[in-house]
């Protein structure tokens, strides 16, 4: 194993090309999964416009616009680190809606509750065509039996997670020690990028 110093960009083009090393007439789904301090969004919405430019149609995705309804979701409490674990991602609804049903159906559901309001948002379904790259965000979201190609986990050390993370959070940390014990993102994912200092972020070659 290797750790190659890099840049955000850097990343961007790595993971850019591992897309556009498939076949371009076929759908790619793609996650990028990290604790909510390295906000995962930002490389995932700074992936979409290098592969539009490539030519490859993006389906922009939120995990947490297909969260559970709450009264699922908190059925063990607002604090509980095993149900933010297990219970906040509707899994089926986001591989019927998106992962699956761009492959089968040709089109995705851009998203199916406001996590806010927890109400439907009434979404409608989007066209999906030939070679479209769903990119999908979120935490926690490796060994869901989400129907993903390819992986990216932004990776971080126990003591900088403690860190980073709010003491009106701290209840979480025991729910992202659960996911490296069980799920182990820094060894399971496609990429693997250590996030320690966003500035200076560094990929894992294996």
């Known amino acids: 194993m290797q750790v190659r ?22 759908p790619v789904r793609l996650v990028v999964d990290g604790h909510p301090s390295t906000r995962p969004e930002v490389l995932a919405d700074a992936l979409a416009e290098p592969l539009r430019t490539a030519g490859r149609p993006v389906a922009r995705v939120r995990a947490r616009d297909f969260w559970r309804a709450a009264s699922l979701r908190l059925e063990r409490g607002r604090r509980d680190p095993d ?28 998203a199916l509750r406001d996590p806010r309001t927890d109400r439907s948002t009434r979404a409608a379904p989007v066209d999906a065509p030939p070679g479209t790259v769903v990119v999908l965000d979120g ?6 039996r989400l129907d993903v190609d390819l992986t990216v986990h ?18 979480t940390l025991v729910a992202y020690g659960r996911y490296r014990r ?8 496609d990429v693997v990028v250590r996030f320690d200092h966003p500035d200076r972020p560094a990929l894992v070659i294996r």
Request: aromatic share 2%; no cysteine.
């Open 182 to 189: 069980e799920v182990a993102p820094g060894r399971t994912a």
């Open 83 to 110: 149900a933010l674990l297990e219970d906040r991602v509707d899994v089926d609804a986001l591989n019927r809606e998106v992962l699956t049903s761009v492959v089968r159906r040709g089109r995705w559901l851009p």
């Open 154 to 171: 932004l990776a971080l050390q126990p003591a900088t997670e403690t860190r980073r993370t709010a003491l009106d959070d701290a209840w």
């Open 5 to 26: 110093p890099t840049t955000l960009d850097g990343v961007v083009d790595h993971v850019v090309d591992l897309v556009l090393a498939r076949p371009g007439d076929r």
């Open 139 to 144: 935490s926690l979201l490796l060994g869901l």
